[in-house]
């Protein structure tokens, strides 16, 4: 709920449509929003509030898509009394985004080039979802056309080999310097890399893909030239203008643990990761001006692995002076419990919890890839981000971008779903609901913005909600209703703040954000 902070009497509802509409389509789970080279929904921008008002945004299972309507204020609460209490302040916001991957670029190069540039602004522009993290896979990843490295040639210790290829030219960084474009005139796009494998030479299995480690001694010339790698690979996005945030140093480090993984990974520990990091990455960065402000974040797995893998990082400081926070992917998030982050946040209280991957469709039970227009999907995501970020996470970071309509391209043929699907032979995408479940946070909760407290009684289990302060200081709260059966009204006050309510219907099956 963004508030504005007068008393108004009556209760009026202000539709406004300034903005281009989707154009739904029915699909047999739900509704898509169609866009193609001449058309595109836009989410109408907040801009300033009229004083005794507030701003609602809606989506909902019956098809509203961040529908925007403002609202006056009233004197009596009804309904479910949300308290906000900004005065006790949380976690600072770090931001939301996705990944740059190939299959993100080979998709969107797919589509006529004026839908190309609007699949950029959906998520980059002003009217989009406004992101402001980007991933970057170091090299190949389940959803390339290949597996590949930069540096292929079997014992080049010296990197002489290292390039990057046309994937990268074509399908990574025209993308991420048009992101940053967009982005500029907002605060700008953190970027941060993880490779899913050294090149296979450098691997005990001898290939990208499987489970493996790095080969030799852990203070051997595999482990300085990986190294080295990930050194080069900064240099040669900076070649191109782009610099970087953050770097993980392994994607999913535990599946490296599986000798018959079916894409590529490379297995560390927490004690492996730590001693890379200290050893060998951290020290390599530094002497670089393209990494020497790169951060790590370590981790960048499932966080079953939590607190353990934090406090195995944090215990030594020298791994602790290159780590400044945790990466966390969601995939098995329901066989482990979320106390684990606030439990982590507690033990390493100046260390950030940063969300680094998601997507529906991975599980088969769960209905594996795309699955148009499913709303039970933008609830899950949805679910996610407020979970987190009440455990103390900063920020949340989806997977693909834009996929086809299988969920792919992935040569491993690990389909799965994204927030935008290209139906390449009519040279139209469709936004996903899970679209707009993502851009009730993203594009209010811009990096600085701060979490704050939120009262509220008992209630359904199936009421979720978080609040925050938006970085312009106005009052952020998003309610999700995943209930069947039961619409919830909820009237939001800010503590300290008089009779004034903000009073809104959060019907079954809806996000909305006041
Ligand atoms: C794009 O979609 C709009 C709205 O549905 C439609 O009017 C227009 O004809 C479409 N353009 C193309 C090139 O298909
Ligand atoms: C690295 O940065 C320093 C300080 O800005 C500068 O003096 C130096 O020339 C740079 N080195 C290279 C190789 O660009
Ligand atoms: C993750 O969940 C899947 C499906 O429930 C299960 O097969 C797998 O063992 C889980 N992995 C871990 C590490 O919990
Ligand atoms: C999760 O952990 C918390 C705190 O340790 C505990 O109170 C709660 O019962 C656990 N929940 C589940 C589902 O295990
Ligand atoms: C692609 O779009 C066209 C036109 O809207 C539609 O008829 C076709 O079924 C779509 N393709 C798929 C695989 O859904
Ligand atoms: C839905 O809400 C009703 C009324 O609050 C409650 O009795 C029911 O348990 C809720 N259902 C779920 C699945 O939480």
């Known amino acids: 709920m963004i508030l504005g902070l007068r008393i108004s009497l009556l209760a009026l509802v202000v539709l406004v449509h300034s903005t281009p509409d989707c154009i739904s389509r029915m699909f047999p789970e739900g509704i898509v929003c169609v866009c193609n080279a001449t058309h595109c929904d836009d989410i109408e921008p907040l801009d300033r509030i009229p004083r005794g008002n507030a701003v609602i ?35 600072e916001i770090l931001g939301f985004g996705a990944a740059f991957t190939d299959s993100t670029g080979i998709n969107i190069l797919s589509l006529p080039k004026d839908a190309q540039d609007k699949v950029m602004r959906q998520y980059f522009g002003p009217t989009g979802t406004e992101y402001t993290i980007g991933r970057v896979p170091i090299a190949s990843t389940d959803f390339s056309y290949s597996q590949y490295s930069y540096a292929d040639v079997d014992g080049d210790f010296e990197l002489k080999s290292f390039a990057l290829p046309k ?25 941060f890399a993880s490779p899913w494998s050294p090149p296979a ?98 981790l960048d797995d499932n966080r079953f692995a939590l607190p353990e893998w934090a406090d195995v990082m944090f215990s030594d400081p020298a791994v602790s002076s290159y780590v400044a926070g945790i990466g966390v992917h969601w995939y098995n998030d329901t066989n482990s419990n979320i106390s684990l982050l606030a439990t982590t946040h507690e033990r390493h209280p100046d260390k950030f919890l940063l969300a680094t991957e998601a997507c529906n469709g991975w599980l088969k039970v769960q209905e ?80 600085g913005a701060r979490r704050v407290k939120v009262d509220l009684p008992d209630h359904s289990s199936e009421v979720f909600v978080l609040g925050a ?46």
């Open 368 to 447: 594996k890839g795309v699955r148009l227009g499913w709303f039970h999907r933008a609830e899950l995501y949805a679910h996610s981000v407020i979970s987190d970020l009440n455990n103390w996470v900063a920020g949340w970071t989806d997977w693909n971008m834009v996929l086809d309509m299988e969920g792919g391209f992935t040569w491993a043929l690990n389909y799965v779903d994204a927030p935008i699907i290209v139906n390449e032979s009519f040279g139209e995408f469709y936004k996903q609901p899970m679209y707009y479940a993502l851009a009730h946070f993203s594009k209010f909760l811009k990096p």
């Open 167 to 191: 994937d990268d030219f074509e399908y990574k960084i025209p993308f991420i310097k048009r992101a940053i474009e967009l982005q500029a005139s907002t605060g700008g796009l953190r970027l």
């Open 57 to 91: 945004y809606r989506t909902n299972v019956q098809g509203e898509r961040m529908d925007k309507i403002t609202r006056k204020q009233t004197t009596q609460p009804d309904g479910l009394l949300i308290e906000l209490d900004p005065s006790t302040v949380y976690q």
């Open 469 to 514: 302060v938006m970085v312009d200081g106005k009052r952020y709260v998003t309610v999700l209703n995943r209930n069947d059966t039961e619409d919830v009204t909820v009237s939001l006050h800010e503590k300290g703040v008089g009779s004034v309510y903000s009073t809104v219907t959060v019907p079954v099956h809806s996000l909305v954000t006041v």
């Open 201 to 298: 030479w450098m691997k005990t299995n001898g290939e990208m893909k499987g489970g493996g480690k790095l080969r030799g001694d852990v203070d051997g010339p595999y482990y300085v030239t990986w190294a080295n790698y990930f050194v080069k690979f900064f240099e040669a996005y900076l070649a191109q203008g782009i610099p970087f945030w953050a770097v993980t140093p392994q994607n999913e480090p535990t599946t490296g643990s599986d000798p018959d993984y079916t894409w590529q990974t490379m297995f560390f520990d927490a004690q492996g990761e730590s001693d890379f990091v200290k050893n060998h990455l951290g020290p390599a960065m530094r002497k670089s001006n393209a990494s020497r402000e790169v951060i790590v974040i370590g």
